[in-house]
């Protein structure tokens, strides 16, 4: 029998090597493993084919299947789950049960804006409260051709009642208001993990209270995080959003505290010989700031 383990000692040599540089750790640590398992050692040893060093080269060849298989679980739960919100590149696609229904995100609202909601819990005083005022802006999402997507962990029974629940207040400083947005359940946490979304707690899996901003071609433009006691400002993600429209219609730049109609401001010129043709040109529409900052009237 050990002559057989003997004989398939440099396969099973050959493949800790192989599976060490496979797996997806620091290089230092690699280097480590490689001193672990003593190849150099191994292919000198007089005893390599003794009984005492084969039994020695299988426990080390057990132990390295155990660490690898620790790294490669790692590794997808850390894929899974990137580290940090997505705020850029292609909107993970889902398809999940909402309100209204099953949905395919961003499928079903192909050629639209989108914007994504991500909300700790139902039934919870701060997200009502921007439930209720997205209800209240979303005829002027609808003009700037823009769906509404709220989500939680929760699931769709609650988001359900929560929906009946907001649709049924009637208080002096709040009309009442229909949702017709949906509400989707994410229980499982493919859609928050798939954003990063979810908050780093151990004693409960809850979204953080993120806005993903998404344009037509599904590319995420722009994201939004805000603390759970602290309400979103409708108004303020309107306006970012009106800004990047108006960024990719005329390719221009807003300033700080921008409000639509207002000028906005072009790319910088590459130097100050070019900002100089630039004012010879003299076109009305055009303001020079300096050099580098010039303003330009819709």
């Not at 398939?8 to 599976?19: E, G, T």
């Not at 997808?76 to 292609?90: E, V, W, Y």
Request: positive net charge; glycine residues 4%.
């Amino acid at each position: 029998m050990s002559r057989k383990i003997c004989y398939y000692l440099p396969c099973v040599i050959k493949v800790q090597r192989f599976a060490i540089i496979l797996l997806p750790i620091q290089p230092s640590l690699k280097l480590l493993l490689f001193k672990f398992v003593l190849f150099e050692e191994q292919a000198e040893n007089p005893s390599f084919k003794s009984r005492h060093f084969s039994t020695k080269i299988i426990m080390k060849t057990i132990i390295l299947i155990i660490f690898c298989f620790f790294s490669y679980t790692t590794w997808a739960q850390t894929q899974s789950n990137p580290t940090g919100p997505l705020t850029s590149g292609k909107a993970p696609s889902f398809s999940a049960s909402s309100t209204m229904g099953l949905i395919n995100f961003p499928d079903d609202y192909f050629g639209k804006w989108k914007i994504l909601f991500s909300h700790p819990s139902a039934f919870t005083p701060v997200c009502t409260s921007e439930i209720i005022a997205l209800a209240q802006k979303q005829e002027e999402f609808k003009k700037l051709k823009t769906q509404l997507v709220v989500f939680s962990t929760d699931g769709l029974n609650s988001h359900v009642e929560w929906v009946k629940s907001i649709e049924s207040i009637a208080e002096d400083e709040i009309s009442p208001v229909k949702i017709d947005f949906p509400l989707v359940s994410d229980t499982d946490f493919a859609i928050s993990k798939s954003y990063g979304l979810l908050q780093d707690r151990k004693d409960a899996v809850l979204n953080i209270r993120g806005v993903v901003i998404i344009d037509p071609d599904d590319r995420i433009r722009a994201f939004f995080y805000y603390p759970n006691s602290i309400g979103r400002n409708v108004d303020e993600i309107i306006r970012t959003l009106i800004a990047l429209q108006t960024e990719d219609r005329y390719n221009v730049l807003t300033p700080a505290n921008w409000q639509p109609g207002e000028d906005v401001l072009i790319e910088s010129p590459g130097s100050i010989a070019e900002s100089e043709r630039l004012e010879r040109r003299g076109q009305r529409n055009l303001r020079k700031v300096t050099w580098y900052m010039w303003y330009r009237r819709l």
